[in-house]
């Protein structure tokens, strides 16, 4: 459904501007949102959409407590198309509530300014709005709403997220080394004893995935050669791998 591709592709480059990459879990996503389609939208293809944009879960709300919007007159737009009344409408929509002007123009499209015996219709591109955000979300617009994506990093989604881009690096070494998908391997993994923890807790994933029969996660050099090796820096931190093919 169009709406759940616009979700998708919203949350991906508020994904982008947080500089979290989409193999690292998110924990939640929020749809801000009074659209009944996009409702529809997220209800039926919920799974689809939290797996796509890698979050655990999705709420759907009205709105965001903690959200402070300003609006002042783009003088660009409010000057061409008010003409001498410009002045005015400027010194009356400073009187206005920022929540009523953008509440009006979410709604029915405009708000409607009454200037003694006249009304002038104020669109967006009338308005530059600035939003401050609370600082644990990521923001990103649609075309029904906006979405936000909960940066807090747990020590379990920060695990998660190690494993995978561990997983993704190991099988670019086994394609890289010529393997096809039926051949297992023996896996060493040495890494420092932050990352061993957190890699320890999703050994069994990481080793059905990567096609290892055996895999090894320390903080020591291994004991012997393998046939294949790579060293790697995910984060910041240091992962060398090895691997022989059985």
Same mark, same amino acid.
């Given at each position: 459904?169009?709406?759940?591709?616009?979700?998708?592709?919203?949350?991906?480059?508020?994904? #982008?501007? $947080?500089?979290?990459?989409?193999?690292?879990?998110?924990? =939640? $996503?929020?749809?801000?949102?009074?659209?009944?389609?996009?409702? =529809?939208? /997220? =209800?039926?293809?919920? %799974?689809?959409?939290?797996?796509? /944009?890698? /979050?655990?879960?999705?709420?759907?709300?009205?709105?965001?407590?903690?959200?402070?919007?300003?609006?002042?007159? %783009?003088?660009?737009?409010?000057?061409?198309?008010?003409?001498?009344?410009?002045?005015?409408?400027?010194?009356?929509?400073?009187?206005?509530?920022?929540?009523?002007?953008?509440?009006h123009i979410e709604r029915e499209g405009k708000y409607a300014l009454k200037? =003694?015996?006249?009304?002038?219709?104020?669109?967006?591109?009338?308005?530059?709005?600035?939003?401050?955000?609370?600082?644990?979300?990521?923001?990103?617009a649609f075309r029904n709403g906006f979405l936000y994506l909960d940066k807090?990093?747990?020590? #379990?989604? #920060?695990? #998660?997220?190690?494993?995978?881009?561990?997983?993704?690096?190991?099988?670019?070494?086994?394609?890289?080394s010529g393997l096809e998908k039926h051949q297992q391997i023996v896996l060493?993994?040495?890494?420092?004893?932050?990352?061993?923890?957190?890699?320890?807790?999703?050994?069994?994933?990481?080793?059905?995935? /990567?096609?290892?029969?055996?895999?090894?996660?320390?903080?020591?050099?291994?004991?012997?050669?393998?046939?294949? $090796?790579?060293?790697?820096?995910?984060?910041?931190?240091? $992962?060398?791998?090895?691997? %022989?093919?059985?």
């Open positions: 459904m169009e709406a759940a591709a616009q979700l998708v592709q919203a949350a991906l480059g508020a994904r #982008e501007k $947080m500089q979290r990459g989409v193999r690292w879990p998110l924990r =939640e $996503m929020i749809v801000v949102t009074q659209d009944g389609k996009t409702v =529809e939208a /997220v =209800e039926a293809l919920r %799974d689809s959409i939290q797996k796509q /944009v890698n /979050v655990k879960s999705i709420s759907i709300q009205q709105s965001l407590p903690g959200i402070r919007q300003s609006v002042r007159p %783009d003088f660009n737009n409010l000057g061409p198309d008010f003409g001498k009344d410009a002045a005015k409408v400027i010194a009356h929509l400073a009187t206005s509530s920022p929540e009523t002007i953008l509440s200037v =003694e015996d006249k009304t002038f219709n104020i669109v967006r591109e009338h308005l530059i709005v600035t939003r401050d955000i609370p600082g644990k979300y990521g923001e990103a807090d990093l747990t020590d #379990e989604l #920060e695990a #998660e997220g190690y494993a995978r881009e561990a997983t993704r690096r190991i099988q670019a070494l086994r394609k890289k060493f993994i040495k890494v420092d004893g932050e990352l061993k923890a957190m890699l320890g807790r999703w050994e069994a994933q990481i080793r059905d995935k /990567v096609g290892a029969s055996v895999i090894k996660i320390s903080e020591l050099d291994p004991a012997k050669q393998h046939q294949h $090796m790579s060293q790697e820096k995910i984060r910041g931190k240091g $992962m060398a791998l090895f691997f %022989d093919v059985l």
